[in-house]
């Protein structure tokens, strides 16, 4: 089970931090990543980590803000947004899947809505 939290509104400029929360299995066997969604946009990647950790991926619209790592002794995934702008506006959502983290995600949890506007 995948529980994200930490959404709401921000300012542009402004910062949050989301959290996904792992249950259910062995986290550091999984490799791990956020995605998110805008209305009437479809489901964007927006960053992957391997199992361990020592590799993170993000894609072309977050790189160099936003900053995704994990803790597995805690079992949780984080994502660090900064510099954040209204087309961040999106439910955030974490997601699992076992091997490397290319492919299709296996688990997927309820998601966390982002929202970036003055």
């Known amino acids: 089970q995948l529980v994200e939290s930490g959404g709401g509104l921000a300012q542009p400029g402004g910062s949050l931090r989301l959290s996904c929360a792992a249950s259910?299995?062995?986290?550091?066997?999984?490799?791990m990543a956020w995605f998110r969604q805008a209305p009437g946009k479809e489901r964007e990647f927006v960053a992957a980590?391997?199992?361990?950790?020592?590799?993170?991926f993000y894609g072309s619209s977050v790189k160099g803000r936003f900053t995704a790592f994990r803790d597995n002794a805690q079992n949780t995934l984080y994502l660090r947004m900064n510099s954040l702008k209204p087309e961040d506006t999106a439910v955030y959502y974490c997601?699992?899947?076992?091997?490397?983290?290319?492919?299709?995600?296996?688990?997927w949890g309820q998601g966390t809505q982002v929202s970036v506007s003055s």
């Open positions: 997601a699992a899947k076992r091997g490397t983290p290319k492919g299709q995600y296996e688990y």
């Open positions: 980590l391997t199992s361990g950790g020592i590799n993170t």
């Open positions: 259910g299995g062995t986290f550091s066997d999984y490799s």
